[in-house]
T-cell receptor, first 112, second 118 residues
Framework: DQQVKQNSPSLSVQEGRISILNCDYT??????FLWYKKYPAEGPTFLIS?????DKNEDGRFTVFLNKSAKHLSLHIVPSQPGDSAVYFC???????????FGTGTRLQVFP | EAGVAQSPRYKIIEKRQSVAFWCNPI?????LYWYQQILGQGPKLLIQ????????DSQLPKDRFSAERLKGVDSTLKIQPAKLEDSAVYLC????????????????FGPGTRLTVL
């Protein structure tokens, strides 16, 4: 039972262009959605989050959009930089349980 | 501020052997989590501690896995005996006590221990 899904295992984008990473979920009771970034041999690091009552949150080059009716969220990175090359995990958090449920990740490669 | 520390970083063992992982969370963080990340998958929660008490261990294979957090600070995760399918990265994370927060409770992750079972 995969409650959080990332259907694209990889994405390749040219430097300067927009990267769009997608995530779908099945449980409408999640309170927050988060994006984590992971470099090889390191633990995931928090990138950006969005409350379930919002539809957009922006932080510098990173913007997350939430479409509750479609149970879908996306992370936009503009402009993409080579240092953004990493695995990105979408995760959902519920206040009552304080638990994170992760998707399977999308490997982003930004090439010059 | 020091991050979450884990050791060892890598471990290779043979099946049926035992292994233990250690985690030191960020100072002041009440909640500690152990995750298992199998190659190609996202991290999966094994056990969650609130101070030195277990909040959730529903995904922990208790016939072979055990974890403790004595004194509510450091934690150890043990596997005995190991199976081939236990090969994974074991991640430790910590966070503030979520009760009373009005925003999402961010979890901070350590670098993980990569376990290979032969």
């Amino acid at each position: 039972d995969q409650q959080v899904k990332q259907n694209s295992p990889s994405l390749s984008v040219q430097e300067g262009r927009i990267s769009i990473l997608n995530c779908d979920y099945t449980n409408s009771m999640f309170d927050y959605f988060l994006w984590y970034k992971k470099y090889p041999a390191e633990g995931p690091t928090f990138l950006i989050s969005i409350s379930s009552i919002k539809d957009k949150n922006e932080d510098g080059r990173f913007t997350v959009f939430l479409n509750k009716s479609a149970k879908h969220l996306s992370l936009h990175i503009v402009p993409s930089q080579p240092g953004d090359s990493a695995v990105y995990f979408c995760a959902a958090w519920t206040y009552n349980t304080d638990k994170l449920i992760f998707g399977t990740g999308t490997r982003l490669q930004v090439f010059p | 501020e020091a991050g979450v520390a884990q050791s060892p970083r890598y471990k290779i063992i043979e099946k049926r052997q035992s292994v233990a992982f250690w985690c030191n969370p960020i100072s002041g963080h009440a909640t500690l989590y152990w995750y298992q990340q199998i190659l190609g998958q996202g991290p999966k929660l094994l056990i969650q501690f609130q101070n030195n008490g277990v909040v959730d261990d529903s995904q922990l294979p208790k016939d072979r896995f055990s974890a403790e957090r004595l004194k509510g600070v450091d934690s150890t995760l043990k596997i005995q005996p190991a199976k081939l399918e236990d090969s994974a990265v074991y991640l430790c994370a910590s966070s503030l006590d979520f009760r009373g927060l009005t925003n999402v409770n961010e979890q901070f992750f350590g670098p993980g221990t990569r376990l290979t079972v032969l």
